[in-house]
């Protein structure tokens, strides 16, 4: 009875074992799970969508791994994001995982004036977008609260944002959020985007921390191509709750929905 008994305890150890290499594996080289945990994307991404990141779109690199330990230098099979892509990078300074939008290649100047992006010496096309209306209450298990430009609102209030249909030079087209017309990035200086190296924005303008800030100053800076991830493609999964089991507060018309 004892020898059955150890038997059963070893091949449960070696099927979690193979359980845990396959999942870590298919993690590392085709898809990772990814949560919204912040309001910088928001309406493309909203706090609690849920997406799988597709690690085949740029090649790996060492940060493609958990604790960016792959042995890998550079990139292995390597190919470049296109402008518009929502892409999920581990951050060059702060060692975590974000997800923005990228809006400069290499050899891009960047600069933003008036609250509208400018590239190389142009201002993007932008239309009216109508607005974007959630309530103002926590959000997500940190416990966000939104920013309106309607503020002060109260909480269980109406929060509003300008939304804008902003179309970048190839062709791709998204919607972003407008707080204010006067925050702190809404005029830059010009950014020249490094060779190797991309410029990335948050839709929801005036509420990202993105490459308009430099690194230097805590901020993103310049992202180089090795720290890139993988694409966000489409959102798998969404809930607007302090957690996953609130099945009331969970989002179906978001389920599966293509990210652009």
Known sequence: MATKTDGGVVETIKT????????????????????????SMK????????????????GYSAHSCPFSACPIEGRLFGSEPERGDVVVFRHPTRGVDFIKRVVGLPGDRVQVIDGVLQINGSPVQVQDGGQFTEVKDLQGPQGLMPRCSNDPVGQGGTCIKERKIETLPNGATHSILNITNNWVADNTPVF????????????????????????AAGGLGFVPAEYLIGRADRVMFSSAGRSLFFFWTWRPDRFFKAIE
């Open 16 to 39: 979690v074992f193979w359980a845990l290499l396959i999942a870590g594996v298919f993690r590392t080289l085709f898809f990772q799970p990814f949560w919204i945990p912040s309001g």
């Open 192 to 215: 020249a985007v490094p060779e190797g190296q991309y410029f990335f924005m948050g839709d929801n303008r005036d509420n990202s921390e993105d490459s308009r800030f430099p690194a």
């Open 43 to 58: 309406d493309t991404l909203l706090i609690g969508d849920f997406l799988f990141v597709n690690k085949m779109a740029y």
